[in-house]
């Protein structure tokens, strides 16, 4: 059990992460490495979901697992737009096709619209963090 001290901390550490995946994103945009954007901007949600949802007291086994919660808890309530819900789905697609398929390479046009989308969708789960 963590303290709440601990929980704090890791939930700080969470949104930076969120935050410098995001940068990163923003950077490897620039010089034209989409399955890596695709890559970096997947885990600024992740890594913002993943304080969410340790700031509720709930917590996933798998990438699956915390893209369901995060549509059970928050989405499927109102707390967050089904917009949401469906961006994650494909950022969690972009990221493995990107680093996973044969033969797949993610586009300009089909990675680049993310990077707001993303900014705006961590910056949504972050306020609904109590612990900030």
Known sequence: ?????????????????????????REVAKLRFWNLTGNRLYYAAFHMASAL???????????GGLIHLIGSQFVTKGLLDK????????LYELRQSGD?????DATEEEVLPYIDKTEI???????LISII
């Open 100 to 104: 996973y398929d044969d033969l797949y």
């Open 53 to 63: 949802l340790l700031d509720k007291g709930l917590s996933a086994k798998s990438h």
């Open 1 to 25: 059990m963590l303290t709440p001290e601990e929980k704090k901390s890791i939930i700080d550490y969470r949104r930076q992460k969120a935050y410098d995946n995001l940068n990163e994103a």
């Open 121 to 127: 969708f961590i910056k949504e789960m972050e306020k």
């Open 83 to 90: 917009t949401y819900g469906r961006l994650f789905s494909r």
